[in-house]
């Protein structure tokens, strides 16, 4: 059975959640980095980002400082923590849908294709501000670096 892939940030999971009268954490109103994945913020993100999902019967991908990555049907939550400040314009997170739909188009399971996804768009993301600097990385930047962050990993000096 496929389900759905959204990829709302946190004010759009917070209209999410209202609509489908979920709980929503005293975190996501002033979301910051995670430094330990068992805090009770970081367990506290990572429900409603499942509790998300199971509403809506799909897979999500919780953008914030940390995202985190659930599907309706596994009880695994998924965090993406390496993103920086250069993902926080707007239109970065069209790059990153179309990303994930890419790879779903190839066949990739949906909550695999979202860590995938959010990987490869936060290690571009960071090699374009290396270049650019964070201030001036604009979403077709992280396209444009991409298959350099790829050649990258699989050489081995990424």
């Known amino acids: 059975e ?6 709302p940030h946190f004010g759009e999971a917070e209209r999410l959640a209202h609509a489908a009268n979920i709980f929503i954490p005293q975190e ?11 805090s009770d913020s970081c367990i506290s993100l990572a429900k409603w980002a499942h509790d998300l999902a199971s509403a809506y019967k799909a897979t999500v991908a919780l953008k914030g400082p940390d995202t985190f990555i659930a599907k309706h049907d596994c009880d695994t939550v998924y965090i993406m923590d390496f993103g920086g400040p250069a993902l926080s314009k707007a ?3 069209d ?8 790879l779903l188009a190839q066949g990739m399971d949906e909550q695999a294709a979202c860590v995938l996804a959010t990987s490869l768009h936060a290690l ?3 090699l374009a501000s290396e270049v650019l600097t964070e201030i001036c990385v604009c979403p077709q930047d992280i396209i ?11 050489d081995g000096s990424g």
Do not use: H, W, Y
């Not at 496929?2 to 990829?7: D, F, K, Q, R």
């Not at 444009?144 to 699989?154: G, Q, T």
């Open 2 to 7: 496929a389900s759905c892939v959204i990829t």
């Open 28 to 38: 996501a109103q002033n979301p910051v980095k995670i430094d330990d994945t068992s």
């Open 91 to 93: 239109g970065t997170g």
């Open 95 to 102: 790059v990153l849908a179309g990303m994930t739909s890419s």
């Open 124 to 126: 571009s993301a960071s």
């Open 144 to 154: 444009c670096f991409l298959p350099e962050m790829i050649r990258s990993l699989i």
